[in-house]
Nanobody
Framework: QVQLVESGGGLVQAGDSLRLSCAAS????????MGWFRQAPGKEREFVAT????????SIANSVKGRFFISRDNAKNTVYLQMNSLKPDDTAVYYC????????????????WGQGTQDTVSS
């Protein structure tokens, strides 16, 4: 498994932007599909965005499409989530995940998870 550390969360106002980063340990980052998921208070953890090993394929949840963008830099062992036009409904703990199986936006395709970073959007 790969070790993942998220950063970049915080408290912002509606309409602001944030960029989350997830740094992975090891030298095999490029073989992992990567994803971002989130869990709001009292809700199940849900899919936000995923990206394939090369970055050539991405999937974005409908709820954030056009506002959130996922990217990766395999040379830096890092995956990013750019979040624009944030809304209070985006308030959640955001988790980074890595998976070695076939590309899929399903949580079951990911077997390494970070500790999460809290993002709070005030109205």
């Amino acid at each position: 498994q790969v070790q993942l550390v998220e950063s970049g969360g915080g408290l912002v106002q509606a309409g602001d932007s944030l960029r989350l980063s997830c740094a992975a340990s090891g030298r095999t980052f490029s073989i992992y599909n990567m994803g971002w998921f989130r869990q709001a208070p009292g809700k199940e953890r849900e899919f936000v965005a995923t990206i394939s090993t090369s970055g050539g394929t991405t999937s974005i949840a409908n709820s954030v499409k056009g506002r959130f963008f996922i990217s990766r830099d395999n040379a830096k062992n890092t995956v990013y989530l750019q979040m624009n036009s944030l809304k209070p409904d985006d308030t959640a703990v955001y988790y980074c995940a890595a998976g070695r199986g076939g590309y899929s936006p399903s949580q079951s395709a990911f077997d390494s998870w970070g500790q999460g970073t809290q993002d709070t959007v005030s109205s």
